[in-house]
């Protein structure tokens, strides 16, 4: 990058991460003028072409504030009636702070299988793009509703950063109420010194985590670095930074005291790698010329260009496809399970949901999920410009 990391209008894709403490007080509940304040922020964002996600705690908190609850620990089934309670009045706060900046807010609710099994990762992503697509900010949360202990995450941090590899964003931002990574507890330890940068997560950074802060909190230091690694790998970088004054997006690009932690190469590379290393694809999808020069040209691959289904493969598998003189050029994550992508191959796209009965997607194998493989080609260039569906 050109100019500082820390400043946020150079990312493409943003996806932030808010603690509950900083939305919801104890006693007087959501916090209305910080709330405002960040979503101006977002909009100012919004404003220089900058794709923003939302990962929102505050559910329960807010429920529990909202039933007068006991303070400390709750029982599971306290948990999730808190959090059917807050989850509508805080969805509810981010569509009408979003509303005054013209920004429409979507929500969507995650459990731990719709990031972890294959098809429910699929739609969970394919719905976030579409809100991206026209233009406007998922506000995504834990369905703490339903998920209990053995199948949750537990902390948003580490759901943030599984949101972040999922959606290919390439910055996440986790806000809560410390400004940064301590060589120890600087509550604890006075000589502790603060980390501006992070090359690498090494065992010693990872020692350097602590536990959680504030009773609303579920996570801590120790889950922000889970995060960080999640993230990093994945190619998208990480800040943590304070969120207790308003505007934090805004004093961050302004140079506010934060962590930054590099990425390891980018989303896209980090995500084709990946693509191109399966050893063993699940099925091929056999091309014609013209599809093998549209795939060249970094376009995604559609029915009609296909001529051949082989193997048994399920929505999401790794597949090879092969040109016509009956080489490997290309690996990518089928769009459709095996018996489907054989009944439109060779179709039109527009002709799908006749022939399938339901209003699929336009593609066999989607562009961002696609890498050019043939060792003759030279590695294809990655784009960072945001998405456009292929009719």
């Given at each position: 990058?050109?100019?500082?990391?820390?400043?946020?209008?150079?990312?493409?894709?943003?996806?932030?991460?808010?603690?509950?403490?900083?939305l919801?007080?104890?006693?007087?509940?959501?916090?209305?003028?910080?709330?405002?304040?960040?979503?101006?922020?977002?909009?100012?964002?919004?404003a220089?072409?900058?794709?923003?996600?939302?990962?929102?705690?505050?559910?329960?908190?807010?429920?529990?504030?909202?039933?007068?609850?006991?303070?400390?620990?709750?029982k599971?089934e306290?948990?999730?009636?808190?959090?059917?309670?807050?989850?509508?009045?805080?969805?509810?706060?981010?569509?009408?702070?979003?509303?005054?900046?013209?920004?429409?807010?979507?929500?969507?609710?995650?459990?731990?299988?719709?990031?972890e099994?294959?098809?429910?990762?699929?739609n969970?992503r394919?719905?976030?793009?579409?809100?991206?697509?026209?233009?406007?900010?998922?506000?995504?949360?834990?369905?703490?509703?339903?998920?209990?202990?053995?199948?949750?995450?537990?902390?948003?941090?580490?759901?943030?950063a599984?949101?972040?590899?999922?959606?290919?964003?390439?910055?996440?931002?986790?806000?809560?109420?410390?400004?940064?990574?301590?060589?120890?507890?600087?509550?604890?330890?006075?000589?502790?010194?603060f980390?501006?940068?992070?090359?690498?997560?090494?065992?010693?950074?990872?020692?350097?985590?602590?536990?959680?802060?504030?009773?609303?909190?579920?996570?801590?230091?120790?889950?922000?670095?889970?995060?960080?690694?999640?993230?990093?790998?994945?190619?998208?970088?990480?800040?943590?930074?304070?969120?207790?004054?308003?505007?934090?997006?805004?004093?961050?690009?302004e140079?506010?005291r934060c962590?930054?932690?590099?990425?390891?190469?980018?989303?896209?590379?980090?995500?084709?790698?990946?693509?191109?290393?399966?050893?063993?694809?699940?099925?091929?999808?056999?091309?014609?010329?013209?599809?093998?020069?549209?795939?060249?040209?970094?376009?995604?691959?559609?029915?009609?260009?296909?001529?051949?289904?082989?193997?048994?493969?399920?929505r999401?598998?790794?597949?090879?496809?092969?040109?016509?003189q009956?080489?490997?050029?290309?690996?990518?994550?089928?769009?459709?399970?095996?018996?489907?992508?054989?009944?439109?191959?060779?179709?039109k796209?527009?002709?799908?949901?006749?022939?399938?009965?339901?209003?699929?997607?336009?593609?066999?194998?989607?562009?961002?999920?696609?890498v050019l493989?043939?060792?003759?080609?030279?590695?294809?260039?990655?784009?960072?410009?945001?998405?456009?569906a292929?009719?």
């Amino acid at each position: 990058m050109t100019s500082s990391p820390k400043a946020l209008d150079q990312y493409r894709r943003i996806v932030i991460k808010i603690g509950s403490a900083l939305l919801v007080d104890r006693s007087s509940g959501l916090k209305k003028a910080w709330l405002d304040a960040i979503c101006d922020d977002i909009a100012a964002l919004r404003a220089k072409g900058v794709d923003i996600l939302v990962v929102s705690s505050g559910a329960i908190a807010l429920g529990r504030s909202v039933l007068d609850m006991h303070a400390g620990a709750l029982k599971l089934e306290e948990s999730q009636a808190s959090a059917a309670v807050g989850q509508i009045s805080l969805a509810r706060h981010w569509s009408e702070s979003l509303s005054r900046t013209s920004i429409v807010a979507g929500q969507i609710l995650l459990t731990l299988a719709d990031t972890e099994e294959r098809r429910r990762y699929l739609n969970a992503r394919a719905t976030i793009h579409q809100l991206l697509k026209i233009g406007a900010v998922p506000i995504i949360n834990e369905n703490d509703t339903v998920a209990t202990t053995e199948i949750r995450y537990g902390d948003n941090d580490r759901l943030a950063a599984r949101v972040a590899t999922m959606t290919g964003a390439d910055l996440l931002i986790l806000l809560s109420d410390i400004d940064g990574l301590y060589t120890a507890p600087p509550h604890l330890d006075p000589d502790a010194r603060f980390l501006e940068e992070i090359s690498d997560i090494t065992p010693e950074i990872e020692a350097m985590a602590g536990g959680a802060a504030s009773e609303f909190s579920r996570g801590g230091m120790r889950t922000k670095i889970d995060a960080g690694k999640i993230a990093t790998g994945a190619g998208c970088a990480m800040i943590i930074a304070s969120g207790k004054s308003a505007n934090p997006l805004k004093s961050i690009s302004e140079g506010a005291r934060c962590s930054w932690f590099a990425p390891s190469g980018t989303p896209v590379t980090a995500r084709k790698t990946w693509i191109a290393g399966q050893l063993q694809p699940a099925g091929e999808l056999h091309v014609d010329a013209g599809a093998e020069t549209a795939l060249g040209a970094g376009k995604s691959l559609l029915p009609a260009g296909v001529r051949e289904v082989k193997g048994n493969f399920s929505r999401g598998d790794t597949i090879a496809v092969l040109g016509p003189q009956g080489r490997e050029i290309a690996r990518g994550l089928a769009g459709y399970d095996a018996e489907d992508a054989r009944r439109i191959t060779g179709r039109k796209s527009s002709e799908i949901e006749d022939i399938l009965g339901y209003a699929g997607r336009a593609a066999m194998i989607h562009r961002d999920d696609l890498v050019l493989t043939e060792t003759s080609r030279k590695p294809p260039s990655v784009s960072t410009k945001k998405d456009t569906a292929h009719a």
